[in-house]
């Protein structure tokens, strides 16, 4: 299965027998929204770390200084319990 985003990936398994592995966070957050159930995989998982990069070029072009503040006030609200 495909999805555009990987914020549309809880969506696609409700009503479904599919299984979804979503960052803990993101699960908990969607999961009574969506009437789903959060379980713990029963094996081992790494930790997830995302990064952003672009070109050193790119850092002076607007738009790519503009996006700095809107991805850290994403990644905290992930952070927030």
Known sequence: MAV???LHVPQ??????????????FARQTAERLSLRVL???FDTSEMVDIVQWQAYQTKIP?????????????????SP
């Open 40 to 42: 713990t995989p029963p």
């Open 63 to 79: 738009a790519s200084l503009g996006s700095a503040p809107c991805s850290n006030a994403a990644a905290r609200l992930f952070d």
């Open 4 to 6: 555009g985003t990987p």
């Open 12 to 25: 696609s398994v409700v009503g479904t027998d599919h299984i979804a592995i979503v960052p803990q966070r």
